[in-house]
């Protein structure tokens, strides 16, 4: 069993910067792909960016450019968020595949104002 606690969101004006991190309650991060997704009210849960086991990365067309995810190798991953625009306001979560399940975190608030 995994625990994943993301933090880091709030309310931050267009243009600014957050840092999400999600810690695991072990370290699977390392050897496992994980990712970010975003939910939006009314709308779907989307990928915004993932990282394989061998550190590769893929992005949303959306946030190319402007965000970044990266991991450390124990149990920590991070998701830095630059140039946010309004459209990015949504819950974010940390997602984790080990073995044959899927981990979730519970989700933390970014909100962008115009």
């Known amino acids: 069993q995994v625990q994943l606690v993301e933090s880091g969101g709030g309310l931050v004006q267009a243009g600014g910067s957050l840092r999400l991190s999600c810690v695991a309650s072990?370290?699977?991060?390392?050897?496992?792909?994980s990712g970010w997704y975003r939910q939006a009210p009314g709308k779907q849960r989307e990928l915004v960016a993932h990282?394989?086991?061998?550190?590769?990365t893929k992005y949303a067309d959306s946030v190319k450019g402007r965000f970044t995810i990266s991991r450390d190798n124990a149990n920590t991953m991070y998701l830095q968020m630059n140039s946010l625009k309004p459209e990015d306001t949504a819950v974010y979560y940390c997602?984790?595949?080990?073995?044959?399940?899927?981990?979730w975190g519970q989700g933390t608030q970014v909100t962008v104002s115009s």
């Open positions: 997602s984790a595949v080990v073995g044959y399940t899927t981990y």
């Open positions: 072990r370290n699977i991060f390392s050897g496992n792909g």
């Open positions: 990282i394989s086991s061998a550190g590769n």
